[in-house]
């Protein structure tokens, strides 16, 4: 697959499972992306999430995509970094999906929103692609 179809594989199965490590202890959970391009893959947590203490310590991560109806799977290796942009913030709230987060914003649910919510991206991964029928040949790596 090229960057491209990646992308577009990505942003068509929103669901993501991130990989994170606590010490030496791996978890895994699902997410839900924001988006995903050059820019890199955009999800978001709260700051009182294990997820948040875990990227601080180790930002390593692996996510995982799937489209179920074509049998693909995609694995990005990456490291994760902390966006703190209220601009992005109110744009992710602002978006039709997430709507949830409006009433966190703006009733006070949250005392400090902007800072309990947190933005993670990944930029410049590399990517990985699996299906049963490419199951036993060699990976192959996009950069991201």
Known sequence: ?????????INSNPVIFL???????????GMFLYKADESGIVFHSGTMKDVY???????????????????I?????????????????DEIC??????FLRKWRDSGVLEDFYNAFVVFR????????WTMETNFAPKEYVQL
Do not use: S, W, Y
């Open 1 to 9: 697959m090229t960057k491209q179809e990646i992308f577009e594989l």
């Open 19 to 29: 990989a994170t490590a606590e010490g030496d202890q791996p978890r895994v959970r």
């Open 53 to 71: 203490r875990q990227v601080v310590n180790n930002p390593k991560a692996e996510l995982c995509f799937n489209d179920f109806n074509r049998g």
């Open 73 to 89: 799977q995609v694995r990005v290796t990456g490291v994760l970094e902390i966006v703190d942009d209220k601009n992005l913030k």
């Open 94 to 99: 602002e978006h039709p999906t997430r709507e």
């Open 122 to 129: 990944l930029k410049g991964g590399r990517a990985t692609t």
